[in-house]
């Protein structure tokens, strides 16, 4: 039987990490529309065409084209024992256009995992990251510091919240453009807004696993291989 699954979770729960886990443990892909959607910039087909004007005119994508999306990835050959959708589905139409086409597979979503973690701790794991480019290696100011010097920086008229910068050895470290204070805060608000509706549907159905974010990387993982299992 295929294995469908759900991986919720505000930035910094780890979402990434464990659906790579989960890639490798079960053979099955993840499917992200925010990957689809940059991967439609180098396709040239009408529907590929349609999704760039969509995009390059401001417009947000609605949910036929969404979804259209997805079923045409679902059939790639890649994706017939399974996948792990991450960032999808984002509405309750999205979720019950998930659910009929499944069924037509004769499929279902076995699990919703739910990775749970506080806003505050969310914030400080994604505001609080830098890497080295050079050997990919992350350190956060909240957890890990290690050896690197790190300073707040404000804005010369205080209009933004203040930035972070960090260096080791001299050597300055990179960080996410979207790590600044107000992005990060507006990806968590957009979180909860978006994704109660969701666990409170799929909560109904009995689906949703709830994990304790907070906990090693290791024991989230062996908690997951259990449930899936």
């Known amino acids: 039987m295929s294995l469908y699954v759900i991986i919720m ?3 910094g729960a780890g979402k990434g990490t464990q659906a790579q886990f989960i890639q490798r443990e079960f053979g099955i892909p993840q499917i992200s529309t925010g990957d689809l959607f940059r991967a439609m910039k180098t396709r040239t087909d ?25 079923a045409e990835r679902l059939l790639a050959d890649d994706a017939q024992k ?14 019950e256009w998930l659910d009929a086409h499944l069924a037509q597979k004769g499929s279902v979503i076995k699990r919703v995992l739910l990775l749970e973690l506080d806003s505050y701790t969310a914030f400080k794991r994604a505001y609080g990251r830098v890497t080295d480019a050079h050997t990919g290696v992350a350190y956060n100011i909240y957890s890990n510091a290690g050896d690197i010097q ?19 050895n001299g050597q300055k470290l990179a960080r996410r453009a979207d790590d600044d204070a107000s992005y990060v805060i507006k990806r968590i608000d957009t979180f909860l807004e978006q994704t109660m509706p969701l666990i409170n549907y799929y909560s109904q159905k009995g689906l949703v696993q709830r ?8 024991t989230v993982s062996q908690q997951i291989k259990s449930l899936l299992g």
């Open 9 to 11: 979770g505000v930035q």
């Open 150 to 168: 790190w300073q707040f920086v404000e804005h010369p008229e205080k209009a933004f919240p203040p930035r972070l910068e960090a260096s080791l």
């Open 82 to 95: 399974g996948v792990i959708f991450d960032g999808f589905p984002r509405t309750i139409h999205q979720a």
């Open 211 to 218: 994990i304790d974010a907070t906990l090693s990387i290791e």
């Open 46 to 70: 009408d529907f590929a065409v349609q999704i760039q004007n969509l995009m390059n005119s401001g417009a947000l994508i609605d949910n036929e084209t969404t979804e259209k999306m997805v």
